[in-house]
């Protein structure tokens, strides 16, 4: 399972309503359109079981911390 999560803006509250532990989506693409400027979601995703692994454009891409680095190359390759 991916999940791609665009809703400007809205990303926290949609998280805080998607349980990541439960569903487990192997790979997460988040827009953030602060392109890091704002902590906020780095510090929410920092608790979770994800590893950020690279930008596109002004999405972060996260994967699964049981599968990096494995993915991380993968996805950056």
């Known amino acids: 399972?991916?999940?791609v999560i665009d809703v400007e803006g809205g990303?926290?509250?949609?998280l805080d309503g998607f349980d990541l532990?439960?569903?487990r989506p192997k790979v997460?693409?988040?827009e953030d359109?602060?392109?890091?400027?704002?902590?906020a979601l780095a510090d929410y995703m920092s608790d979770m079981p994800y590893t950020q692994v690279a930008w596109?454009?002004?999405?972060?891409?996260y994967v699964r911390a049981d599968l990096a680095p494995?993915?991380?190359d993968r996805i950056t390759a």
Not at 11 to 14: D, K, M, Q, T
């Open 1 to 3: 399972m991916r999940a």
């Open 56 to 61: 596109l454009k002004v999405n972060r891409v």
């Open 70 to 72: 494995e993915w991380a």
């Open 21 to 23: 532990r439960d569903h």
């Open 33 to 39: 359109n602060a392109r890091g400027a704002d902590p």
């Open 11 to 14: 990303e926290i509250p949609l």
């Open 28 to 30: 997460l693409l988040v």
